[in-house]
């Protein structure tokens, strides 16, 4: 049997809400990947939940080289690295230097730039977070914004937002930095109760859409929950147009079976349930 694809995970931990390590780890391993975690973070709970008095949020930039440098001592390997939501500006610095150590040829980069959503930044995230968030995301093999975050890494106002796929498409076009990545746009809707992504493959130039009925509500961690399909079905080789496809599928189920069963938004979706459709 073929050993297990690599994933180096860099993500906080949200001890209480669905996102980051606790949706990423369980997708992914699903899926047949063997994950490293480097935490980025640790969090009492996800920002979106009110803050209280008692919130913890304790940044771990410090630990994160001695961390990898262990990893290099015991020969770690990576086919994929996947980062998502980074806690300090140094932290986003320390993470290209990671990159400079532990990518290899074909280990696929991929950088969800977490800064925030519906046109609002995550309220850990700073101005110059968002600077570096960009550089960090100019080394990717594939970056995964949503709307937000892709208006943000093009200095554009969030009223900007494409609203048909030909705006859309040039901003996929930018975002791509004339075809040397590949960018999938999360969040975006052409018509009255679709929501999907538009995706560039730089391999094939192609721009593509996919689409889903939308399940009203905002529910945390829908992105992290994307962007670990999306990794996982790229690990196994699939194109991303079609993983991509999946994964908006997957996250549209999983969101209506959250609604059917009445569960507080602001705790995510419900996948735990439907993570044996992910196995094959
Ligand atoms: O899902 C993105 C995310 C990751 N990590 C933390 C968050 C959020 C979104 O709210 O709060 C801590």
Known sequence: MKQAPQVAAIHDLSGYGRCSMTVVL???S????????LLTAYLSAHTAYPPSPRSCFLDLTDRMEPTWTHWAELGARFDAIYSGFLGSERQIDLLRTFLQKFRRADTLVLVDPVMGDHGR?????????????GLLAAEADLITPNLTEAALLLGEPYSAVPT???QLSRWLERLSQ???????????SFSPGQVGAGCLDRQSGAVSFAQAPEIPGHFPGTGD???SVLLGELLRKRPLEAASARAVAFVQRCAAHTLALGTPLLDGVEFEALLGELMA
């Open 26 to 28: 369980p997708v992914l």
């Open 30 to 37: 699903a899926m047949g990947n063997r994950c490293s975690t």
């Open 121 to 133: 930044l995550y309220a850990t995230y700073t101005p110059d977070m968002c600077r570096r968030m």
């Open 164 to 166: 048909s796929k030909e």
């Open 178 to 188: 004339n075809g040397a990545r590949s960018v999938v746009i999360t969040g975006v």
């Open 225 to 227: 929950l994307f962007a």
